[in-house]
Structure formats: C-alpha cells, structure tokens
C-alpha cells in the first residue's frame, strides 16, 4: 500500500490505502470526513459528491490512485462557518427533509453555479436531475439554487 498525497480541504494529506479503495472511503474511514455520504456505491444517488479541481464527482466512483494530484473539496471545506450561497439558501428554502442526499446535492449545486451563474428552471433541472433526493424536495432544491445564484451576484 503506498502512500498516495492528497490535497482535501485545501490540506496536503497522506493516506495509506489501496490503490483501488474509493476515495469516499478514503474520506470516511481514513480522514474522518463524515460529510460525505454513501448512498447506492454505483454512481447513481449523488450522496457522495465531492468537488475535484472545482467540478462535481462522485466520490464512491474514483479511485484513490486517481484522486492524488487534484484538489478535492468535501463539504466541509465548501465553507468553514456554512456561509457559503448554496449552504445559505438550502437553509433560507429549509431544503432538507431527511437531509441525507444534501450534501451532495449542496456540492453539485455549487459547482453548477460555477459553470452556470444565471441558470433557467431547465438548468437546474439538467444539472441536478442525476441526483436523488428520496423525500422529494425538488422543488425547494430549485428555488435554493436560484436563490443562491442571486446571492452570488
């Protein structure tokens, strides 16, 4: 197992893992961030969300191999006091059902926003639409979004 040097948080860190372990984890289990959340292991749910170099990704899907080099963002390092817009206007919305699936919804929201800071209904709708949410919040999770894009500006 060597060590594979990973930058979480804006924080250089080594892990002693195999290859082939999934980076969330590597987040979990080995650097105890729990933020990050397993929901299906396949992909598909999007509770597993992280940010690499600043786009979305599913974290229960990239190697830990793959993961070393880019910076990654968890939710946790989104914003350290919860500021940051999207964190705010699912709070604003009371977004949150259950609250599982939120952090990854919170993280591919962000990066949405950063590729797309107007975003129509439509948008939003595409951007978020291979993320589940089992309470069915979806709307408030669109009015969050939109919310937050006016907060950005």
């Known amino acids: 197992m060597p060590p594979f040097r990973l930058v ?41 969300t992280v940010h690499i170099d600043g786009r979305a990704a599913r974290s229960c899907q990239l190697a830990v191999r793959d993961a070393a080099g880019p910076r990654i963002t968890t939710i946790e390092g989104l914003s350290p006091d919860g500021s940051h817009p999207v964190q705010r206007a699912w709070l604003e919305e009371d977004v949150a059902q259950c609250g599982y699936c939120q952090a990854g919804m919170i993280m591919c929201a962000a990066a949405f926003l950063q590729q797309k800071p107007h975003p129509t209904d439509a948008d939003i709708d595409a951007a978020m639409s291979d993320s589940v949410c089992r309470c069915g919040t979806y709307q408030r999770i669109r009015r969050a979004i939109h919310l937050a894009a006016g907060s950005a500006r």
């Open 8 to 48: 979480v948080n804006g924080a250089a860190r080594d892990v002693d893992a195999p290859a082939e372990m999934p980076l969330l984890w590597v987040l979990r289990d080995r650097l105890g961030l729990t933020g990050t959340k397993y929901g299906c292991g396949v992909g598909i749910c999007g509770a597993c």
